[in-house]
């Protein structure tokens, strides 16, 4: 029987998770997985997924692949699958694709949505799933201080010590916010990202909206390529992987970053 090489797209509240990526301990999103596919193929089964996402990082649309030799209908992959993993996390398509596929490698550009609440105090109903700000922001000086952030450039100020990147260099081609009363929903996408990069832009951002830099200071931390001179990194708790693109011969579904927040979150903007 050949092998065949398996798409997964998945959903997952990352709140109760270590991250992605497989730990000794098996609070990760990757353990559950293998641990449902184990049950679900009755063998060992290995995944790769497009982007490693950090403890408290959610996904709206995670791509995995596997191989296996184990024939499968969709409605099985994601009924069968759904069935043996934690209500945190569910598959939400399954497609075979060719051998040439690998969800990291061929991926094209990734899209992450960061979700702000700016409120003068907290809300426990939004615990978990969106960072909170109690100082008043200011959306036209956030809006002024990304636009200098577009485009090919060296984030050195803006990468986790620990990062383990070749190059520091990446190319943001979007990165939008709106405001819809007291939230606040940031739009990225890059053909990639450094480790904590989001979230240390986050951090610049909201220094910037709250009035303790002005804009043109972002420029300041680029040309000076130091994670010193930036801002903290900010909380985890609002970032979602909202989507991987891929070229159009894999026939992977797409639907957008304002789709999948309101189907899954029920935000619209």
Partial sequence: MSTQRIALGLCYDGAAWHGWQKQPSGRTVQD??????????AEATPTICA?????????????????????????????????????????????PVTADFHARFSAQNRRYIYVLRNARLRSPLW?????????????????????HFLGEHDFSAFR?????????????????????GELFIFEFSANAFLHHMIRNLMGA?????????????????LKQKDRRLSA????????????????????????SARQLCQQHIGLTW
Avoid at 32 to 41: G, I, M, N
Avoid at 205 to 221: A, F, I, N, S, T
């Fill in 32 to 41: 559950q997985l293998e641990k449902a596919l184990a049950q679900f193929l």
């Fill in 51 to 95: 982007g490693r996402t950090d403890t408290g990082v959610h996904a709206l649309n995670q791509v995995v692949h596997l191989d296996t030799q184990a024939q499968r209908s969709e409605e099985s992959w994601l009924r069968g699958l759904n069935a043996l993993l934690p209500s945190s996390i569910a598959v939400q398509w399954a497609q």
């Fill in 232 to 255: 903290p990194t900010f909380a985890a708790e609002g970032l979602y992987l909202a989507g991987v693109d891929y070229d159009p011969q894999y026939g992977l579904p797409i639907a």
């Fill in 160 to 180: 986790a010590a620990e990062c383990q990147a070749a190059s520091p260099v990446r190319t943001l081609s979007q990165l939008d916010i709106h405001q819809d």
């Fill in 205 to 221: 951002l909201v220094y910037v909206g709250m009035g303790r830099q002005d804009p043109e200071w972002v420029l300041h931390l």
């Fill in 127 to 147: 615990h978990g799933r969106v960072g909170w700000v109690f100082q008043p922001l200011s959306l036209t000086c956030m809006k002024a201080a990304a636009q």
